[in-house]
């Protein structure tokens, strides 16, 4: 992820399986934020890597947010309507 990791002897970022898994939940994107801290505290990755990674959760995080969004309105216009919650 950077070239202080060849430097550092190859260590591998701790968030690098979480992104290599995929980012689907909140859960995910909490599992990533952590392994991202523990990463720039110990060198494993540069600020930059840091701050590109930041934003990018920062916007899943919004996408999760409005998907949330569509489904409480999705679930709340069902209710009015008298159709049940698809299972």
Known sequence: MSERNVEDGGRVPRCL??????I????????LMSALM??????????????????????LL????????????TSHLRSLLGVPDAQ
Do not use: E, F, H
């Open 17 to 22: 399986p979480v992104v290599q898994k995929g």
């Open 24 to 31: 689907r939940t909140a859960a995910d994107c909490t599992n």
């Open 38 to 59: 523990s990463d720039l505290a110990d060198g494993r990755v540069t600020p930059q890597v840091g701050n590109a990674i930041n934003s990018a959760v920062g916007k």
């Open 62 to 73: 919004k996408g999760l947010r409005n998907d949330d969004d569509y489904a409480d309105l």
